[in-house]
């Protein structure tokens, strides 16, 4: 099955700052990681998601990740963000029939 | 869309109680799963079902049993209701292997358990 791990549960930022946060894998066979958002008092939603190809991944609202395989990393980034961006985020694999999450990122964006 | 409703938003138990948390989808969809989110502590997979009365054991079962009568609805059941089971409980399903696209969550039932 798919782990993952994210780490800095909570991030503090100001608007117009560039957003980087980590997620690492660990290998089961076929790779399929995610990045879901959550917004304050709304559901889950999928940002983006990896299975193969361009290991550049774009997502909605500016969101990008990248896979890199030698590291068994798959970070999240945003050049810019907006106070709109204040969230939690969860990255997660799926294997074993399921989608396993990590414990995810409390992100604030100061205006 | 694909909508995956969950019956109740705030829920208040009290200790012993036996409580049922129940999820329905419209999409048809095969897989169905219960997760529970704590803070720190990501969302954690407690059941999920692959088909109508099929069932399997996630990361944290105990204290919660399920059921899946109907291809659509997926109950979380909690059999005596205790003060460490207050959680957000979050439903989600997605197609027969489909999970590996993602899945689709509900908005979520806040149980508060005193």
């Known amino acids: 099955a798919q782990s993952v791990s994210q780490h800095n549960h909570h991030v503090i930022l100001s608007e117009a700052a560039s957003l980087e946060l980590g997620c690492n894998y660990s290998y089961g066979g076929t790779v399929n990681l995610f990045w879901y958002v959550q917004y304050p008092g709304q559901h889950l939603q999928l940002l983006l998601k990896y299975f193969s190809g361009d290991p550049l991944v774009k997502g909605i609202k500016g969101f990008e990740a990248e896979f890199i395989k030698s590291k068994f990393s798959f970070n999240l980034r945003k050049p810019s963000v907006q106070w709109s961006d204040t969230a939690e985020y969860f990255c997660?694999?799926?294997?074993?029939?399921?989608?396993?999450f990590g414990k995810g990122n409390q992100v604030v964006v100061i205006p | 869309d694909v909508k995956v409703t969950q019956s109740s938003r705030y829920l208040v138990k009290r200790t012993g109680e036996k409580v049922f948390l129940e999820c329905v989808q419209d999409m048809d969809h095969e897989n169905m799963f219960w997760y529970r989110q704590d803070p720190g502590l990501g969302l954690r997979l407690i059941y999920f079902?692959?088909?109508?009365?099929?069932?399997e054991k996630g990361d944290i079962p105990e204290g919660y049993s399920v059921s899946r009568e109907k291809k659509e609805r997926f109950s979380l059941i909690l059999e005596s209701a205790s003060t460490n089971q207050t959680s957000m409980y979050l439903c989600?399903?997605?197609?027969?292997?489909?999970?590996?696209?993602?899945?689709?969550f509900g908005s979520g039932t806040r149980l508060t358990v005193v």
């Open positions: 989600a399903s997605s197609w027969a292997g489909g999970g590996r696209y993602g899945y689709t």
């Open positions: 997660a694999g799926y294997g074993n029939n399921r989608l396993a």
């Open positions: 079902s692959y088909d109508v009365k099929m069932k």
